[in-house]
C-alpha cells in the first residue's frame, strides 16, 4: 500500500462512522476496522497482509537515504494493554497480540534483500506482554543477543538479483544507476592495490559499466562474476555491534527488576522510555534508575 492508501485506511479506522456516512459506505462491508492479519480480508487468497516480508528493493529505486534501511522493521506484540483516550492505536489495533514469532520474517527478508544490521521493532507496548521472557529468548536466539555482530552482505549481489528479477524498465534503470554508482564510486575508491585498480578499471570499461549512459542490465549480469572478485575482495566487510530498537517506546508502568533484567540481555539502543503524563514522573525515574542499574 502507498503512504495514501495507508492514512486513509487508518482514517477509517479511527473514524469508521464519519467516513462510512460521507462515503456512503457500510462499517464491516465496504470499511474494515482492525487489523488485516488474516487471509482473505480483502482479497480471496491465503495472503496474510500483515505478515507480508518488507520490500527492501523499494529503497534502491529512490535517492532518499532511508536512515532505518539497516534494521529488520517488524513487531512482536500488537494493539496495546491500555486505552489511554488520547492515542488511535486502541482503535487501530484492538486486540491485544502477545506475541509474534518473527523467525520466518527475518530469515525471508535476509534470503531475499540479505542480512540487517539491526532489529527495530515497532511495538506499541511490547512490555505488556505476559510472554515478554520468551519475546526476549527469540530475540536472543536470533542472533540479537549482547555483543552480537553483524556483517555487511554482498550488496552488489543483491542489486543483482534485484535487477535480474525485474520486470519494470523504470525500476531496472534504477538498479542499474545503483550499480553503477556502487562499481564505479564505492567499490572503487576502495581498491587498494594499484594492479587490482588497473584490471578493475579495464574490466569496467570492458562491459561499457564505467559510463553512466551505457550501462544496461545484461552487461551487468554477464560481468557480474569477474567483478564480484573484486567486490568481494575490497568491499567492506567489518563486523559491527548490533543493536534493537523498540522504537515505539517501553511502558515506564511495567518496568521492575525482573524486565530490565530481560532487557538488559539485548543490545538496547536507544533505550526509549515513555513518559506519557506528569502522573508518571516517579514510575518513569524508577524505569531510569533500573536501566542505569543493568547498564542500560
Ligand atoms: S500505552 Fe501507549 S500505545 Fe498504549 S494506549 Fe496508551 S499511548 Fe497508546
Known amino acids: 500500500m502507498d503512504n495514501y492508501n495507508i492514512s486513509r485506511r487508518c482514517c477509517s479506522i479511527i473514524i469508521p462512522d464519519i467516513i462510512a456516512k460521507e462515503a456512503d459506505l457500510i462499517v464491516g462491508k465496504n470499511i474494515i476496522t482492525g487489523l488485516l492479519d488474516k487471509p482473505g480480508i480483502l482479497d480471496d487468497n491465503e495472503i496474510n497482509i500483515d505478515e507480508l516480508t518488507p520490500d527492501y528493493s523499494i529503497l534502491e529505486t529512490i535517492d532518499h537515504k532511508y536512515p532505518l534501511d539497516t534494521g529488520y522493521l517488524t513487531y512482536m506484540t500488537r494493539g496495546c494493554t491500555r486505552t489511554c483516550s488520547f492515542c ?3 482503535k487501530l489495533e484492538p486486540i491485544y497480540k502477545d506475541k509474534i514469532s518473527i523467525n520466518q520474517q527475518l530469515d525471508l527478508i535476509k534470503k531475499k534483500h540479505g542480512d540487517r544490521k539491526d532489529l527495530i521493532l515497532m511495538d506499541n507496548n511490547v512490555l505488556g506482554s505476559p510472554l515478554f521472557p520468551k ?14 555482530k553483524f556483517t555487511p552482505p554482498n550488496k552488489f549481489d543483491i542489486l543483482c538479483n534485484y535487477i535480474k528479477n525485474e520486470k519494470d524498465q523504470l525500476n531496472i534503470s534504477r538498479y542499474e544507476k545503483r550499480i553503477y554508482e556502487y562499481l564505479n564510486e ?4 576502495r581498491i587498494t592495490k594499484k594492479e587490482d585498480k588497473l584490471n578493475y578499471l579495464s574490466l569496467l570499461t570492458l562491459y561499457g559499466i564505467n559510463k553512466k549512459e551505457n550501462i ?22 567489518t563486523p559491527k555491534n548490533r543493536y534493537v530498537d523498540f522504537n515505539q517506546g517501553i511502558d515506564c508502568r511495567y518496568v521492575d527488576e525482573e524486565k530490565m533484567k530481560l532487557l538488559s540481555q539485548i543490545p538496547i539502543r536507544p533505550m526509549r522510555i515513555a513518559f506519557d503524563h506528569i502522573s508518571l514522573k516517579e514510575k518513569y525515574e524508577n524505569a531510569i534508575r533500573l536501566a542505569d542499574k543493568y547498564g542500560g
Open 135 to 148: 519475546i526476549i529468548e527469540e530475540i536472543v536466539e536470533m542472533g540479537f543477543g549482547v555483543g552480537s
Open 186 to 189: 564505492y567499490i572503487f575508491n
Open 88 to 90: 488511535a492505536v486502541p
Open 216 to 237: 544496461k542490465k545484461e552487461l551487468i549480469l554477464e560481468s557480474k562474476d569477474e567483478l564480484n572478485y573484486y567486490v568481494e575482495k575490497y568491499r567492506l566487510k
